[in-house]
């Protein structure tokens, strides 16, 4: 229940709950002071009944029928406990006898002069009585009830119609009151709706976004300005993760861009040396090849990081018309010479398919998700490469295999950089995992998105690109792609100087040679 209903009831049971105490209250006193009028009547129609018995005698003319009575008035006169006669007044102020069944319950009234209520039944109802004592007889006078019970009636009918209108009145008035009084909580509410909705990857995201009532005099101004306080909060924590990140994509940037030099120079020495074997002893030869590959490896990710590190600027794109047609053709061919072992389809349609993006960056995706296919999966899987239209105007390019499928738990995860369901850095266990990130953030520099599904006996990863426009669209999207957190990116370049393990693939601006791009792989658990 919305607490808009609850003090709408609040107040509806307050209002129910006062008209009840006044509508009962007044009732009660309305039968009572009308109940001591009667019973004042009474002592005046006894007083006239004692004086006109006493004046005549019992056995004068109006025995019974006393005069100056109000109609209505019941007289009873008793001898020796029973009743010798009892007549009731009608309107006409004629006596009308009554009958024995009547007068019997009044023979035994107590003789104590104060008023007592006797039901007399049939049409007399209830009855105000007293006895008094007249010679050697008793006189039983009564009032009847039934005027007081009337108003009585009356009255709870006046206050049921009242009450009814009170609450619908107090429920009109209640809910437009609420309402006005809770306008404040709704836009408190409406705000925080709205930055809960929006993605908070930048700071500037919240500019602008604050919360109009923060007037500290009221309950709801002070959670307004709490919550004014708690976005500002937000948006310097945020200021200063940019200003983190932005140091750390510079740091990888700069590091990897310092890193190629004297990787090219030890690769260049060793390659010489490795050359000049017939001088050398084996083992050193073996020791300078051994040198060589290492570095080899190490540039192809000191290239990645450096890759990397330019998408989340916003450069290494270039927009172009690409034939996406052929780049497949091309990725395949080269897959089928490094893995001849790996049954590769293609499934494209019969026209060429154009799209906007980055011919080189483009091949490299497709080069990364089919050598990801057959690098994690026996020999023998089959892989096939498509192309089709997508339901927006995009294109969608598919990799799928047969091969034994994905971890579930390691899916949310896998385009992570550095994502690895191992700690392991043999080459035979697993890689850096830069590969699936590369494909990440190039495909949404080109404004699209990249998606996996995965189930024992089938894998399918999806890009999509844009229809043609993806220029646009990428330019945003290129500047906040994957971007690393301080710790993930300083562990990274850390392991790319110091500890010589598993690199990542050739990366490098406008690299074709599948062979040479299949150490660019995220670990996928189960696909070996």
Known sequence: MTLRRRLVLSIVALVVAVSAVIGGGSIVALFSIQRSAIDEQLQYATNRAQRSVEQQGPNGPEFGRPSAQSAGTLTVYVLDGNAVVGSLLDNSGQAERLSSAVVRPLSGLAVDGAPHTVDLGSDLGRYRVTAANVGPAVLVVGLPLAPVYESVWKLLGVVLVVTVLALLVASAVATAAVRRALRPLDRVAETASTVARMPLDRSDALDGVRVPDADPATEVGRVGTAFNRMLGHIGNAMQARERSEQKVRQFVADASHELRTPLASIRGYAELTRRMGADLPPDVVYAMSRVESESVRMTSMVEDLLLLARLDE???????????????????????????????????????????????????????????????????????????????????????????????????????????????????????????????????????????????????????????????????????????????????????????????????????????????????????
Do not use: C, M
Request: aromatic fraction near 2%.
């Open 314 to 528: 916003g450069r290494e794109i270039q927009f172009a018309d690409v034939d996406l047609t052929g780049l497949v053709l091309d990725a395949v061919n080269d897959a089928h010479a490094a893995s001849p072992d790996h049954p590769i389809e293609v499934d494209l349609p019969s026209e060429p398919v154009e799209v906007v993006g980055d011919a080189a960056r483009l091949h490299q995706v497709i080069v990364n998700l089919v050598t990801n296919a057959r690098t994690h999966t026996p020999d023998g899987t089959r892989i096939t490469v498509g192309i089709a239209a997508a339901p927006d105007g995009g294109v969608d390019l598919t990799v799928r295999d047969d091969g034994q499928g994905i971890d579930p738990g390691f899916l949310p995860k896998l385009f992570e950089r550095f994502a690895r369901a191992d700690s392991s850095r043999s080459r035979t266990a697993g890689s850096t995992g830069l590969g699936l990130a590369i494909v990440d953030a190039v495909v949404q520099a080109h404004g699209g998105r990249v998606s996996v599904a995965s189930e024992p006996g089938e894998t399918v990863f999806t890009v999509h690109l844009p229809e043609r426009g993806g220029e646009t669209a990428g330019a945003g999207a290129g500047a906040g792609a994957g971007v690393a957190d301080a710790g993930t990116a300083g562990a990274a370049v850390d392991s790319a100087t110091s500890d010589g393990s598993d690199s990542a693939a050739s990366g490098a601006p406008g690299a074709s040679d599948a062979s040479g791009a299949s150490d660019a792989w995220a670990e996928v658990p189960g696909r070996s």
